[in-house]
């Protein structure tokens, strides 16, 4: 079933539930979907970009939610969480840290890449090989954990 389909039962299940917080989330990722197709190239989403559109979102959440943190914003922060947490439920499932490492080391090993100065080559290919299954500051953290 499409991302899209997805959502919309999922709309319809939350307004039968009376879920506002899932209601609201969901119509927000079927916006962004909308605004997605109709951006005038015409051509179909592909779930890549789905895939991005959600790391997206949960980046912008994430952001949100640590800022209302930091500013004793408890009642903001609380609604940043429940749609974090609801938009996450449509990623593919996140790799755990040591199948990263082991994957990234690889890459490692395959680019040739020995010092800071290689980042860049690993950041690439790794960014395409995990896109979905983890988010590119992890990534970011681990190669430089392993290079440096």
């Given at each position: 079933m499409?991302?899209?389909?997805?959502?919309?039962?999922?709309?319809?299940?939350?307004?039968?539930?009376?879920?506002?917080?899932?209601?609201?989330?969901?119509?927000?990722?079927?916006?962004?979907?909308?605004?997605?197709?109709?951006?005038?190239?015409?051509?179909?989403?592909?779930?890549?970009?789905?895939?991005?559109?959600?790391?997206?979102?949960?980046?912008?959440?994430?952001?949100?939610?640590?800022?209302?943190?930091?500013?004793?914003?408890?009642?903001?922060?609380v609604v940043e969480a429940e749609e974090l947490e609801i938009i996450k439920e449509f990623l593919p499932e996140q790799m755990n840290p040591e199948d990263l490492k082991a994957g990234l080391q690889a890459i490692i090993a395959k680019v040739g890449a020995s010092s800071m100065k290689d980042m860049g080559k690993v950041m690439g290919m790794a960014n395409k090989q995990f896109a979905g299954k983890a988010d590119g500051k992890t990534i970011s953290t681990t190669i430089k954990e392993l290079l440096g």
């Open positions: 499409s991302l899209t389909n997805r959502i919309n039962t999922g709309i319809k299940e939350a307004m039968k539930a009376k879920d506002d917080a899932r209601k609201r989330t969901l119509r927000a990722i079927k916006a962004q979907l909308l605004l997605l197709q109709t951006d005038g190239t015409g051509a179909e989403i592909t779930e890549e970009q789905e895939i991005k559109l959600l790391q997206k979102m949960v980046k912008e959440r994430q952001d949100s939610y640590d800022v209302y943190t930091q500013q004793n914003r408890e009642d903001l922060a």
